[in-house]
């Protein structure tokens, strides 16, 4: 059979699709590997996480309708917090902006109560009064509502800042109180996601008393009344040239307040003193939290690494926001798929 002009169109316009489906597979493979964590947005440091739509399997990362899912995504987690006033900052800039904010909602809804007080609206036919009355109070209500809960929250956390008196200091061996407070701390704070750390208070209490062994560190965040806020324990190896950062715990409702950032940064100047060089450190993912869970870690291991996902709100991230990096990996270190991250950072 002799190939009309016809086929020949036909063949070529499948090889031509074929060679632009493989183009775009090699295209999305490489965009997901070199793409990286964006910071487009001015408030991200202020949630926890990301939530990764762009870069999760399949994608480029560069989507129109990704971007605007993931920037949905965001706007709902902010506007969860303010419902809930469980937004938390420790910027004074950015509480003083959110005040501009809820002041310029509630002068629109002023705006609009003073429209309502116009002669003229009262003067026109029935349903024009009626539609402009319904739309001006809900404006009201709306505008108010807005700028009501973004006060509410920037109180809260000026109150919060207001009666920061947090003292860090070395967990005393004969302070029987605070060293049950502390083991508390950990049966309280790692049961939801590390429930096999610490079960049992008894537990906690024997890691406690390998905490305050000779050599080590332990330091302790009390507020004014002295109630333990949280603790840190450092660990020397190589000689004392590295130190293993072990726990650090806050308090549940006393996280997301810094205390936690205060605690590495003071340990941090303690290694220094001590003449340390480098903090290590393990996170364990227990709980699903992060994309190296449940996958085969012994192949293309730091590509796993350079494009791990936060899940469930895994520390991980926040120890990158202080400078740690992702060193390493033990694969099923806690169970087949649940494996220890390993993060360092130079001090010395």
Same mark, same amino acid.
């Given at each position: 059979m002799i190939p009309t002009t016809r086929h020949k169109f036909k063949l070529a316009r499948r090889v031509q699709s074929r060679r632009r489906q493989r183009n775009r597979l090699a295209y999305m493979a490489r965009a997901q590997r070199s793409f990286r964590e964006p910071r487009e947005f001015w408030f991200t440091p202020a949630l926890p996480g990301w939530p990764g739509w762009r870069i999760r399997p399949g994608r480029s990362g560069y989507d129109p309708i990704d971007y605007q899912l993931e920037f949905a995504h965001i706007q709902g987690v902010l506007v969860r917090k303010f419902i809930t006033f469980k937004f938390r900052s420790q910027s004074w800039l950015f509480l003083l902006m959110l005040?501009?904010?809820?002041?310029?909602?509630?002068?629109?809804?002023?705006?609009?109560?003073?429209? &309502?007080?116009?002669? +003229? @609206?009262?003067?026109l036919p029935y349903p024009y009064t009626r539609w402009l009355v319904l739309g001006n109070v809900g404006v009201v209500l709306l505008y108010g509502l807005i700028g009501v809960f973004i006060l509410i929250n920037v109180a809260f956390n000026v109150r919060i800042l207001m009666e920061?008196?947090?003292?860090?200091?070395d967990l005393d061996a004969q302070s029987s109180a605070a060293i049950e407070q502390c083991a508390a701390l950990l049966v309280e704070s790692f049961k939801e996601h590390w429930p096999e750390a610490w079960p049992e208070i008894e537990d906690a209490r024997k890691e406690m008393q390998e905490a305050l062994a000779e050599g080590k560190i332990c330091r302790i965040a009390?507020?004014?009344?002295?109630?333990v806020l949280g603790w840190i324990g450092g660990?020397?190896?190589?000689?004392?040239?590295?130190?293993? &950062?072990?726990?650090? +715990? @806050?308090?549940?409702?006393?996280?997301?307040?810094?205390?936690?950032?205060?605690?590495?940064?003071?340990?941090?100047?303690?290694?220094?003193?001590?003449?340390?060089?480098t903090i290590t450190l393990g996170s364990d993912d227990d709980d699903q939290m992060t994309s190296l869970s449940n996958v085969n870690l012994y192949e293309n291991t730091w590509e796993k690494i350079q494009d791990i996902r936060n899940l469930k709100g895994h520390p991980y991230e926040f120890?990158?926001?202080?400078?740690y990096v992702i060193t390493g990996v033990v694969p099923d270190a806690n169970g087949r798929g649940r494996p220890d991250i390993i993060m360092s950072k130079r001090v010395g």
């Open positions: 005040t501009i904010m809820a002041l310029a909602f509630l002068t629109s809804g002023l705006f609009a109560l003073y429209a &309502l007080m116009n002669p +003229v @609206v009262w003067d920061s008196t947090l003292t860090i200091t009390t507020d004014s009344s002295g109630n660990i020397p190896q190589y000689d004392g040239l590295v130190w293993e &950062l072990h726990p650090l +715990v @806050v308090k549940p409702e006393s996280q997301q307040q810094g205390i936690g950032r205060q605690l590495v940064q003071d340990f941090e100047q303690q290694v220094l003193k001590r003449g340390g060089l120890y990158q926001k202080l400078g």
